[in-house]
Each structure stands twice: as structure tokens, then as C-alpha cells.
């Protein structure tokens, strides 16, 4: 079975802090993504990466900054958190030759 | 990348009814995608309907297409409280991007 892990389940930060979100798969996946999840909002998508040093904006970009640095790993970063980056944070992984997507358990961050 | 829209916004059934939900999208689609999502946790990929395809079964869940109506539907029959979660619709056009609605949420009374 494909698995995603999501290095923290929960996490609590204060505003201004670096953060790091890291997620890895372990099926040797090309795309990764990364999506934030809020209420009436549904999932939107922050960046996603097609292969190692490869990546691309999704529909809400600002704020963000991802790395690719090994194919199975890819890091979401806030350069400076916000209260409004508090969200669920989801990671996704697909092959390329198929559609579906595989996502870890998400992390819910607080930012105060 | 397109949104699906799912209908209805929350649905609360009683155990051992059969549950429907909808999704429309607006433009030509290669396939579309199901997921559930317990709460608090990660989507978990449940069928893919092809474009050429007009029912698919898996298990106790059904999925019809109908591309001429730009609509689909996920049938959950003899539902358990296990069931209880948000689903989601993902009709994709080309490329590798996916982009999800906001989900009917869904409650089994046992």
C-alpha cells in the first residue's frame, strides 16, 4: 500500500515563526502536492512538483515556499506564519502514469 | 484544472439507507474521481469513472457519469455509521492537478 506521512499531526505556532511541513511517500511517486483545507472552503492547492527540484504554483501560492530536494520528500514552507495560514495542510502524492492521488493524514497548524 | 460542485452541502441519514450525492463540473472531463475524508484526516481515493464510462460499482458504492449533463453521482447503498464523513468529487481535464469542492458531509444514525 502506498503510504504518505505528514511529520506532525499537530502544531502550534506564533506568528512571524518559520515553519516546516514535511511530507514523504514511500511509492517512488513523480507528483507531489500540497494542499490547505479550511472550512466552506474545501482543499486548495499551494504548489505542487512534478519531479526532484521541480515545482510549481497552484492557486494560492503567496506566503509559501516549497523544496524538492529528494523525490520522496517535499517540504511546504512559511517563510514568516501568519494567523491566517492557521489550516489543515494536506500532502498528496501521484504517479504520473495514473490520476489518483494519495494523501497522508494531514496537519492541523495553529498559528497565535 | 476544474472544480467540482458537490450537492447536497450535508446529508444525515438513518443505518441501512442508501445514500446519494451529486457533483456537477462545467467543462469536458478525461475522468472523475471520488474521495471520503474522516474527519480530520486525509482524503482517501474511493473510484475513478472514466469519460467513456456511464456506472461504475465498487462494493456497496455505485458512480454514474453523464458527460451530456456534466454530472455525477455517488450511491452508497445499506450505509454503516462507518460511512459518516465528507465526500468529494474531482473531475479532471488534462494535466496532473486535481481540484476539490468543499464535499457533501455525510452522518449515518445508527
Known amino acids: 500500500d502506498v503510504k504518505v506521512t505528514q511529520s506532525s499531526r499537530y502544531l502550534v505556532k506564533r506568528t512571524g515563526e518559520k515553519v516546516f511541513l514535511e511530507c514523504v511517500q514511500d511509492?517512488?511517486?513523480?507528483?507531489m502536492f500540497w494542499y490547505r483545507q479550511d472550512p466552506g472552503l474545501g482543499l486548495r492547492l499551494i504548489y505542487f512538483s512534478y519531479d526532484v527540484k521541480m515545482k510549481e504554483k497552484g492557486d494560492i501560492p503567496e506566503g509559501y515556499s516549497v523544496s524538492r530536494e529528494k523525490k520522496e520528500r517535499f517540504s511546504l514552507i512559511l517563510e514568516s506564519a501568519s494567523t491566517n495560514q492557521t489550516s489543515m495542510y494536506l500532502c498528496?502524492?501521484?504517479?504520473?502514469?495514473?490520476?489518483?492521488?494519495?494523501f497522508g493524514p494531514g496537519t492541523r497548524l495553529t498559528v497565535l | 484544472s476544474q472544480q467540482g460542485e458537490e450537492d447536497p452541502q450535508a446529508l444525515s441519514i438513518q443505518e441501512g439507507e442508501n445514500a446519494t450525492m451529486n457533483c456537477s463540473y462545467k467543462?469536458?472531463?478525461?475522468?472523475l474521481q471520488w474521495y471520503r475524508q474522516n474527519s480530520g484526516r486525509g482524503l482517501v481515493h474511493l473510484i475513478l469513472i472514466r469519460s467513456n464510462e456511464r456506472e461504475k460499482h465498487s462494493g456497496r458504492l455505485r458512480v454514474t457519469l453523464d458527460t451530456s449533463k456534466k454530472s455525477s453521482s455517488l450511491l452508497i447503498t445499506a450505509s454503516r455509521a462507518a460511512d459518516t464523513a465528507s465526500y468529494f468529487c474531482a473531475p479532471k481535464s488534462s494535466g496532473d492537478k486535481l481540484t476539490f469542492g468543499t464535499g457533501t458531509r455525510l452522518a449515518v444514525r445508527p
Open positions: 498528496a502524492s501521484k504517479a504520473t502514469a495514473v490520476d489518483t492521488q494519495y
Open positions: 467543462t469536458s472531463i478525461n475522468n
Open positions: 511509492m517512488d511517486h513523480e507528483n
